[in-house]
Nanobody
Framework: QVQLVESGGGLVQTGGSLRLSCLAS????????MGWFRQAPGEEREFVAT????????YYADSVQGRFTISRDNSKNTVYLQLNDLKPEDTAAYYC??????????????????WGQGTQVTVSS
């Protein structure tokens, strides 16, 4: 079992930045693909970014490419999401996720095993 706890959300103005963190507990974190999803009110949950266990494979949603950066520190069991140049449409609850499988199509479909509780990001215009 893997437990995920997000932090770092908040209220920020358009163009601002935030860094989200996700602390994982449990075995074998360093072997898990990790990533982030988000869900805005009234919308379906959508894929944001994913990173393989060694960090060599990274995928981003088109909507965040060039603005968001995913990273991980396996020594700290933590994955990060740096959010830059934030826009009002980035407002959502952001969820950390993990899975033993690689960063393939399962991530785009949201078919991953472990989920955090979410952290709210609100971008004011």
């Amino acid at each position: 079992q893997v437990q995920l706890v997000e932090s770092g959300g908040g209220l920020v103005q358009t163009g601002g930045s935030l860094r989200l963190s996700c602390l994982a507990s449990g075995r074998s974190f360093s072997r898990y693909t990790m990533g982030w999803f988000r869900q805005a009110p009234g919308e379906e949950r959508e894929f944001v970014a994913t990173m393989s266990w060694g960090g060599r494979t990274i995928y981003y949603a088109d909507s965040v490419q060039g603005r968001f950066t995913i990273s991980r520190d396996n020594s700290k069991n933590t994955v990060y999401l740096q959010l830059n140049d934030l826009k009002p449409e980035d407002t959502a609850a952001y969820y950390c996720a993990g899975d033993a499988a690689g960063p393939g199509s399962n991530w785009y479909r949201g078919r991953v095993a472990y989920w955090g509780q979410g952290t709210q990001v609100t971008v004011s215009s």
